[in-house]
């Protein structure tokens, strides 16, 4: 009988790498968990991104440096034109040569993981780094200053591979943590550090084994990782970093042939999962940077946001004994207003509910896994709870609004809402830490495993409001937010997934989730508590506002029994009467009751609608005074853009002859820069020339305005920005005509209508001129203005074209996700003003030959 041995294929390589790792990010967050692994106190994460966009237009000097790198010619000319010096993206530009374009630009980027670690020895190298599924983490658990190493699988270095098709490793290691090192034959090594570099395509082709791939490792001589890092990436100041690493020892993994593009759009995604990468009070123990060539001032080191602005919190430890301290810390009220009578009345005698401990601010609890999963012990024949083991949970809840009637009614505390929201959108979602760093992707915000303890489940099945008197309010998922932590030491049972992408969903795991969703429910249960005495005495203190809700919801009962009856009558063919009427509904409603059902229903609406309003013009009005603020700053700068170019020109000029560098590059001929910054100063001045103009006070005013000039002064205004885009701006049209009229809301119209024309050409996939025309013509009844541009048009996708008159209505979308970035303000106030000032206003018929967007408002 013979024995067999097992052989292993190269694509091995690509299956635990490139095809196991699920994204680019999670790639990056396991080098960054070696480098932690490796005992290093800070890890920094570098794009040298500087070519992963697209740029529409470029100069002769950057398209010459492309073809200096290796791009391909003909596939540049593909994709861009050439005009009067200039490159600009091909109109009507088709997919395939963008993205076989993007992908050659990829070729030129690179990314840099660092750390400060222990560095490795060609032993270590040898045995572990070239060998796959080391098992050397899961025996040695702990880094040499103390740390649980995170790792344990031994395939977390082929994330490489799905990051870049080449890799290069250098590395320095500090010889005091590692034994002496030695070559293939056990000789001595002179070397300080190594140099070690793979192809991943290597190990692409049939029939390949893996142990026919090799990888080359070069000795070095380097004393220190800090002299390798400033050869490798000069730009890169290590001494206006923010610690206290220096550098000595560590490694350098450089990532080329990049397979994703990072464009700043996908960096500032790493940046934000390493914002939750570790637990905000470990941040300080292990430092995170990232850097951008792309975006040199916008990223530095990654700090994790604490949570302090948050109406609940909850502290919950569990020990080996399977005990669980509770702590409840109540931030939700305001104690200085919540009326002296509520704290007498008999629910609140009860502890944790008296005066003392809401002045006390928080009340603890000590709970069994049995207490808080009643029932489960006694069927628990496989000791799960046994091997759920020590964990500690941080759980806040935080709503992101509230009614002027809700802090009447629950004393609430006031809060900044829009600053909550924006930190929720972020932070949002309970987190999972496993040795200080965050298992993938449970918490994180727009993925599936976002609410992966299922609390929106829970508050589906229970609707109930906050003051319910049976109770059952539950937590909504986008208004938490949490960590938990555990480890591989005392959690055994908590298995990572192949894929990295979070644990193995067994039992123990399960039972783990319905725990930590009944410690949640004992949060849930003292503010539903608390809520349904405060609605009690509320009730009992303000009859007569409860007496004017029954009234509201009486003639909505009275309107929607009123559309029921006519339903049915349509239904049954039958024709209506009022003595009909009355039958039917039994004698209980009158046509005088509709009537003022109905009355009082649009009066409801037009409320609601002048709420909306109020809050939208709020927020520009508060736009509008932060500016005002600056005004005299922002004027005094206009005053230095309008001067400053000449004056240094003037001062060079007695220094150089301008005549001596008209044949030099314009990149190399400081004139010629001059002129480019002077023409970039206008545009700066054109900005604050409209930004100040649309807060002076004589605009609030209803004088006598001339629509020639008018119209001739609003096309100066944005003369630079026409010529810059090709447009051609026709306002020769323009009858002598005078009306009283706010000038301001004659700015909030047309520059919003050029703003909307500016974005729909930049849209339009058709080469051809560009033009706005604006018409002005008195007639005996009335004043007509047209405006038309020849654009795309409205999208075709709009039904019906007066939605975009609705607020916060837009078409315009992020290419990469799809999320709305318009701001859906500007159509609306055309609307809006446009109807205050017209007695007629809406679309004309496109014409013809040109799509047109008109527009008609009748003065």
Not at 63 to 89: A, E, H, W
Not at 170 to 176: F, G, L
Not at 532 to 548: G, L, W
Request: hydrophobic share 35%; aromatic share 10%.
């Amino acid at each position: 009988m013979s024995k067999l041995s097992f052989k292993v294929s190269a694509r091995t390589a690509r299956l635990i790498g490139r095809e196991n790792i699920a994204n680019s990010k999670g790639a990056i967050i396991e080098l960054v968990k070696n480098g932690y692994d490796a005992d290093s106190d800070i890890s920094i994460v570098y794009f040298d991104n500087e070519y992963s966009p697209i740029i529409n237009e470029i100069s002769l000097d950057y398209y010459n440096t492309l073809l200096q790198k290796g791009i391909n010619k003909t596939l540049l000319n593909n994709v861009y034109d050439s005009k009067t010096g200039k490159f600009i993206i091909k109109e009507g530009l088709e997919q395939e040569p963008r993205n076989l374009l993007k992908k050659s630009l990829n070729k030129l980027n690179s990314l840099y993981i660092i750390d400060s670690g222990e560095g490795m020895t060609q032993n270590i190298i040898r045995d572990y780094w070239m060998t796959i599924g080391t098992d050397h983490k899961a025996i040695d658990v702990f880094t040499n200053s103390g740390k649980v190493k995170s790792g344990a699988k031994g395939i977390g270095r082929f994330a490489l591979d799905r990051l870049g098709g080449k890799c290069e490793m250098i590395t320095v290691y500090n010889p005091e943590n590692h034994k002496p090192d030695t070559d293939e034959l056990g000789n001595p090594s002179n070397f300080s550090g190594y140099n070690w570099k793979v192809n991943w395509e290597d190990f692409e082709g049939d029939f390949k084994t893996i142990d026919t791939v090799k990888a080359e490792l070069i000795g070095i001589e380097s004393k220190t990782i800090k002299k390798e890092i400033i050869k490798e990436i000069p730009e890169l100041n290590l001494g206006e970093l923010n610690t206290k690493v220096d550098f000595e020892f560590g490694t350098i993994l450089k990532i080329t042939d990049l397979r994703d593009n990072w464009e700043d759009y996908y960096v500032e995604q790493v940046y934000s999962d390493l914002e939750v990468l570790v637990p905000p009070k470990e941040s300080g123990e292990f430092q995170i940077f990232l850097f951008s060539t792309l975006s040199p001032e916008k990223y530095g080191e990654v700090v994790g946001s604490v949570c302090d602005d948050f109406d609940y919190k909850l502290i919950a430890s569990a020990n080996d004994k399977q005990m669980v301290t509770l702590k409840i810390i109540r931030d939700e009220y305001d104690l200085d207003r919540i009326d002296p009578d509520f704290f007498k009345r008999n629910e609140m005698q009860n502890k944790p509910y008296t005066k003392a401990d809401f002045e006390k601010g928080y009340w603890e609890k000590k709970m069994t896994f049995s207490q808080l999963l009643p029932g489960f012990s006694e069927k628990d024949e496989e000791k799960v709870f046994d091997n759920i083991g020590v964990f500690n949970f941080t759980f806040y809840y935080m709503k992101k609004g509230y009614s002027s009637e809700d802090i009447e009614r629950f004393y609430y505390n006031s809060f900044m809402t829009n600053n909550r929201r924006a930190w929720l959108e972020k932070f949002a979602g309970v987190k999972l830490f496993r040795d200080n760093f965050r298992v993938r992707p449970y918490g994180e915000v727009q993925n599936t495993s976002f609410d992966w303890l299922d609390l929106g489940l829970r508050k589906s099945q229970n609707q109930a409001g906050i003051a319910k008197e049976e109770g059952g309010w539950r937590v909504e998922p986008e208004n938490v937010s949490g960590a938990i932590k555990i480890s591989r030491l005392t959690n055994v049972d908590f298995e990572d997934k192949s894929s990295r992408e979070g644990l193995q969903e067994n039992k123990t795991f399960q039972i783990f989730k319905k725990l930590l969703a009944n410690i949640i429910l004992v949060l849930e249960e003292d503010r539903a508590y608390i809520a349904r005495a405060m609605d009690a005495f509320y009730k009992e203190n303000n009859s007569d506002a409860i007496d004017r809700k029954k009234a509201e919801a009486l003639a909505k009962s009275i309107l929607e029994k009123e559309k029921g009856k006519r339903e049915k009558q349509k239904k049954e063919g039958k024709k209506s009467s009022q003595n009909q009427n009355d039958n039917q509904l039994n004698d209980s409603l009158s046509n005088e009751s509709i009537v003022l059902a109905e009355l009082n229903r649009e009066k409801d609406e037009e409320i609601e609608k002048l709420k909306d309003e109020q809050k939208v013009l709020r927020g520009l009005a508060s736009s509008g005074i932060v500016l005002a603020s600056f005004s005299h700053d922002l004027s005094k700068l206009n005053d230095v853009l309008d001067s400053r170019v000449e004056k240094l020109k003037q001062i060079i000029a007695t220094k150089f002859n301008e005549k001596d560098y008209e044949d030099t590059e314009d990149r190399k001929n400081p004139f010629a820069r001059l002129e480019k910054m002077k023409k970039q100063d206008l545009k700066l001045q054109n900005w604050l020339k409209f930004s100040l103009g649309a807060t002076r006070k004589d605009k609030r005013k209803r004088p006598q305005v001339f629509l020639h000039k008018y119209f001739k002064d609003l096309k100066d205004d944005w003369q630079i920005i026409l010529e810059n885009r090709a447009i051609d701006f026709d306002v020769s049209s323009i009858e002598e005509i005078e009306l009283r009229v706010f000038e301001i809301e004659f700015d909030s119209i047309f520059n919003n209508l050029l703003v909307n024309s500016f974005d729909a050409f930049k849209n339009s996939k058709e080469n051809r001129s560009r033009k706005i025309i604006i018409l002005a013509k008195a007639t005996e009844k009335e004043i007509v203005i047209e405006y038309y541009d020849n654009g795309p048009g409205l999208s075709k996708d709009i039904e019906n074209p007066e939605k975009i008159f609705e607020p916060l209505f837009t078409t315009r979308r992020n290419a990469f996700t799809g999320e709305e970035e318009g701001t859906g303000l500007g159509m609306w106030l055309i609307g809006y003003f446009g109807s205050i000032c017209a007695s007629d206003f809406g679309f004309i018929v496109p014409g013809i030959s040109v799509q047109t967007v008109p527009l008609l408002p009748v003065w």
